[in-house]
């Protein structure tokens, strides 16, 4: 093979207007899904103490946050409620005055077909204990007790206007008694985005601040190890037969060889949720201006979409979406 000096790889980083041409993986803000936390009885929005610049909204201020997502182009918002009061069962999750379905209306209301209202699927902001499905008597998460739980949150969800719902909580079985619970009450049209492939992960304890989680314990029982990759297709593989029209990895930068393994694998598309805890670091390593924070996001972003991801959810999306239109 020809060498240096008639082969020169240089040429094509010479200019801005080289490198742009030659990019292989750009960024769009469509591809873009902004997580969104919404609580029940405040009059301000709560800044996350770990999440320097996202808030707890309230029902006024997501909708301002909704059309501010419009605006950008981005391709979603994913709602997560935070209310006022909890149970052993989940109770506010089937409530269509609970914070959540009520902010899917709101979602939906303000952004019309122009933005996915994205939903999250799961129990664990409606639980007094945290956990993500109902307990047993002996204090186990009982998976087929939730499952029942759940086929009925997916059709309040959808009732209440979202064009996906995400099941995240890790029950076997999850996707598909979501999917015919909305396929019987008549939602054929609304998409699943199945939570596919989710680590017991260190880095969701600033999320838990952001939901006011009540969780003593962990979730390793039903969250997958951080060591299993094949454990990870497999989980795919059964949400797809289910009826997953999108699968996801969660967390993503400590995970990005699993989304590369996932999008090679299946056919559907693949979303990775950039979550709390790497948003945190950099953000902390930023202030302490220890790096350039916007490259850092950037960087961040193009990290996970190179991995395989066609969709990324991530607290960045609107500031991002911004330094992409600049």
Same mark, same amino acid.
């Given at each position: $093979? *020809?060498? !240096?000096?008639?082969? @020169?790889?240089?040429?094509?980083?010479?200019?801005?207007?080289? @490198? @742009?041409?030659?990019?292989?993986?750009?960024?769009? *803000?469509?591809?873009?899904?902004? *997580? $969104?936390?919404?609580?029940?009885?405040? =009059?301000?929005? &709560?800044?996350?103490?770990? $999440?320097?610049?996202?808030?707890?909204?309230? =029902?006024?201020?997501?909708?301002?946050?909704?059309?501010?997502?419009?605006?950008?182009?981005?391709?979603?918002?994913?709602? !997560?409620?935070?209310?006022?009061?909890?149970?052993?069962?989940?109770?506010?999750?089937?409530?269509?005055?609970?914070?959540?379905?009520? #902010?899917? +209306?709101?979602?939906?209301?303000?952004?019309?077909?122009?933005?996915?209202?994205?939903? %999250?699927?799961?129990?664990?902001?409606?639980?007094?204990?945290?956990?993500?499905?109902?307990?047993?008597?002996?204090?186990? /998460?009982?998976?087929?007790?939730?499952?029942?739980?759940?086929?009925?949150?997916?059709?309040?969800?959808?009732?209440?206007? #979202?064009?996906? &719902?995400?099941?995240?909580?890790?029950?076997?079985?999850?996707?598909?008694?979501? =999917?015919?619970?909305?396929?019987?009450?008549? !939602?054929?049209?609304?998409?699943?985005?199945?939570?596919?492939?989710?680590? #017991?992960?260190?880095?969701?304890?600033?999320?838990?601040?952001? /939901?006011?989680?009540?969780?003593?314990?962990?979730?390793?029982?039903?969250?997958?190890?951080?060591?299993?990759?094949?454990?990870?297709?497999?989980?795919? %593989?059964? %949400?797809? +037969?289910?009826?997953?029209?999108?699968?996801?990895?969660?967390?993503?930068?400590?995970?990005?060889?699993?989304? @590369?393994? &996932? =999008?090679?694998?299946?056919?559907?598309? &693949? +979303?990775?949720?950039?979550?709390?805890?790497?948003?945190? $670091?950099?953000?902390?390593?930023?202030?302490?201006?220890?790096?350039?924070?916007?490259?850092?996001?950037?960087?961040?972003?193009?990290?996970?979409?190179?991995?395989?991801?066609?969709?990324?959810?991530?607290?960045?999306?609107?500031?991002?979406?911004?330094?992409?239109?600049?």
């Amino acid at each position: $093979m *020809p060498g !240096f000096p008639d082969v @020169r790889p240089r040429r094509l980083r010479s200019s801005a207007a080289v @490198r @742009r041409l030659v990019s292989e993986t750009t960024i769009e *803000p469509r591809q873009l899904i902004l *997580p $969104m936390f919404v609580r029940e009885d405040i =009059r301000e929005p &709560v800044a996350i103490s770990s $999440m320097p610049g996202v808030y707890q909204h309230t =029902r006024d201020t997501a909708r301002k946050a909704v059309a501010e997502a419009v605006q950008l182009g981005l391709g979603g918002v994913m709602l !997560f409620g935070v209310p006022a009061e909890k149970d052993a069962v989940g109770s506010g999750a089937l409530d269509p005055a609970g914070i959540l379905n009520v #902010a899917i +209306a709101d979602a939906v209301s303000e952004a019309g077909d122009d933005l996915l209202v994205m939903s %999250d699927l799961c129990l664990d902001e409606f639980t007094s204990h945290g956990h993500c499905g109902v307990l047993d008597s002996a204090g186990r /998460v009982d998976n087929d007790a939730t499952l029942k739980i759940y086929a009925e949150m997916g059709v309040a969800q959808a009732s209440a206007g #979202a064009h996906v &719902v995400g099941p995240s909580g890790m029950m076997d079985g999850q996707v598909g008694v979501v =999917r015919r619970a909305l396929d019987a009450a008549g !939602f054929t049209d609304t998409v699943i985005m199945a939570y596919a492939v989710k680590y #017991a992960s260190a880095f969701f304890g600033p999320f838990r601040e952001a /939901v006011g989680s009540s969780l003593q314990g962990d979730r390793k029982t039903y969250q997958q190890d951080p060591g299993n990759a094949r454990d990870a297709i497999r989980e795919v %593989d059964l %949400d797809v +037969a289910e009826g997953a029209d999108l699968v996801m990895v969660k967390p993503a930068l400590a995970y990005l060889d699993i989304i @590369r393994q &996932v =999008r090679d694998h299946v056919n559907v598309p &693949v +979303a990775a949720y950039n979550i709390s805890g790497e948003y945190a $670091m950099v953000e902390a390593a930023a202030a302490n201006g220890w790096i350039d924070r916007e490259r850092a996001i950037m960087e961040t972003l193009t990290s996970i979409k190179r991995a395989g991801a066609d969709t990324i959810l991530t607290y960045w999306a609107s500031e991002a979406a911004e330094l992409l239109h600049r």
